[in-house]
C-alpha cells in the first residue's frame, strides 16, 4: 500500500518551490503547521549523472518530518531519471514526482519541464525508466493544462500510465503566473479520472491561500488534494486551521527568522548555499510591523548569516 492511500481527505501539500521548500524550510513550516505531504526543490537529473553533482546533492538533503517527502526531479536522459530514481528511493524518500510543467525559458528550450507536453515520446520514456528505477516507490506527475493552450489529451496521456499522483495547476505554459489558475480544468481532469478508472490521485493547484479555501475548492471539483505554494509566503500557518500569524509578535517573528538561519548554518556548508538564498526570506518573517522594510533593508546589506543574527539580537534589545 503506498503512502497515498493512508493520506486524509482532503489531503495538503506544501509545493515544491526552487530556493525556497529546501530542509531547512520544511522544518520550520513543520513546526509551525504541516502539511499532509512535502516535496523536495527540482532537481536535475542529467546534472546529478555529471561532474557538477556535488553542486546539486544538498537538495536532496533529507530529514524524517514524521510526514511522507517526495523528491522532485527533472531532466532530459531517461537513463538519467531511472538511476536517479533508484538513489532517491534509497536515499528514504517516500515518493518520486517528475516535474512537467516548469515554464522556465532556458529550460523548455532545452526540451524539459513543460517542452515535454509537446514531446509525448520522451515524456513516455522518462515515465516508465523512473519506473524501472522506482522500484515499487510511488512516482507521479506534477504538471500544467497545456503549453499555450488547454490541452485535455496531455492529461488523458498521463493518466494512462496509472502514476500514484497527478498534480495539475491550473494554468498553461503560456500563462506562467500571470492569470488565475482555472479549476474547472483540474476538475476536468478528476472528471477524467474517474471515467478511466484509474487509481491516480489527483492534486490540485494554483491559487489557494488558506485552508479554508483549499478544503472548499477540494469539496466542490472533489479533487483528492490541494498543493499551496505562494501561500505559505502570506501566512506560514497556512495548513493550519486557526493560523497564528496575524497575531503573532514582531519578537517572535524576529525569532523565527533567527531560528531559521541558524537552521541554516547547521545544515549547510557555504559552498552548498549562500546565505543571499536565505536572506530572500526577510520578507515573510520581517513584515507587518513598524521599522520592518529598514530591518530587511540593514539585513539584505550584510553577507554573513553571523551578521544577519547580530543585527536581528540588537532589534530586539
Ligand atoms: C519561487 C518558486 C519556485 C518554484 N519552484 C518549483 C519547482 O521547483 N518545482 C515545481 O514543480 N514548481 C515550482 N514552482 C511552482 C509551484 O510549485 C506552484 O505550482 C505555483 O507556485 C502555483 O501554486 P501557488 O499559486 O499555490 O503558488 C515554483 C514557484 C515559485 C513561486
Not at 12 to 22: E, G, I, K, N, R
Not at 114 to 130: E, H, M
Not at 262 to 273: I, V
Request: a positive charge; charged letters at 25%.
Amino acid at each position: 500500500m503506498s503512502f497515498y492511500q493512508k493520506l486524509p481527505k482532503p489531503f495538503f501539500v506544501l509545493a515544491p518551490m526552487d530556493d525556497v521548500t529546501d530542509l531547512v524550510f520544511r522544518q520550520i513550516i513543520n513546526d509551525l503547521a504541516q502539511p499532509d505531504v512535502y516535496f523536495t526543490e527540482f532537481v536535475n537529473v542529467d546534472g546529478l549523472s555529471s561532474d557538477g553533482r556535488n553542486k546539486l546533492l544538498h537538495k536532496l538533503k533529507y530529514t524524517n518530518l514524521g510526514k511522507p517527502i517526495i523528491a522532485q526531479i527533472w531532466g532530459k536522459e531517461p537513463s538519467n531519471f531511472k538511476k536517479i530514481a533508484t538513489e532517491v528511493r534509497n536515499m528514504g524518500f517516500d515518493g518520486i514526482d517528475l516535474n512537467m510543467g516548469c515554464p522556465d525559458k532556458t529550460i523548455v528550450k532545452n526540451g524539459c519541464c513543460s517542452a515535454l507536453i509537446n514531446n509525448r515520446d520522451l515524456a513516455k520514456n522518462i515515465i516508465t525508466s523512473t519506473f524501472e528505477g522506482a522500484k515499487g516507490l510511488p512516482v507521479s506527475v506534477k504538471t500544467r493544462i497545456g503549453f499555450n493552450d488547454i490541452d485535455m489529451s496531455w492529461l488523458d496521456f498521463l493518466l494512462d500510465f496509472e502514476l500514484a499522483g497527478l498534480t495539475v495547476h491550473g494554468r498553461t505554459k503560456k500563462q506562467l503566473s500571470k492569470t488565475a489558475a482555472d479549476w474547472d480544468v483540474i476538475s476536468h481532469v478528476r472528471q477524467l479520472r474517474d471515467q478511466k478508472k484509474v487509481k491516480t490521485f489527483i492534486v490540485g493547484n494554483g491559487d489557494v491561500i488558506t485552508r479554508k479555501q483549499g478544503m472548499m475548492l477540494a469539496k466542490k471539483y472533489q479533487i483528492d488534494g490541494i498543493m499551496i505554494g505562494r501561500g505559505v509566503f502570506s501566512d506560514p500557518f497556512v495548513f493550519s486551521e486557526n493560523s497564528l500569524w496575524k497575531s503573532y509578535t514582531t519578537t517572535q517573528k524576529i525569532e523565527l527568522f533567527i531560528k531559521h538561519i541558524k537552521l541554516f548554518d547547521l545544515t549547510y556548508s557555504e559552498n552548498e548555499r549562500s546565505v543571499y538564498q536565505l536572506f530572500k526570506f526577510a520578507k515573510l518573517y520581517i513584515n507587518g510591523f513598524e521599522g520592518a522594510s529598514d530591518l530587511r533593508a540593514r539585513i539584505m546589506s550584510v553577507n554573513s548569516s553571523k551578521k544577519a543574527i547580530e543585527i536581528l539580537n540588537s532589534s530586539l534589545a
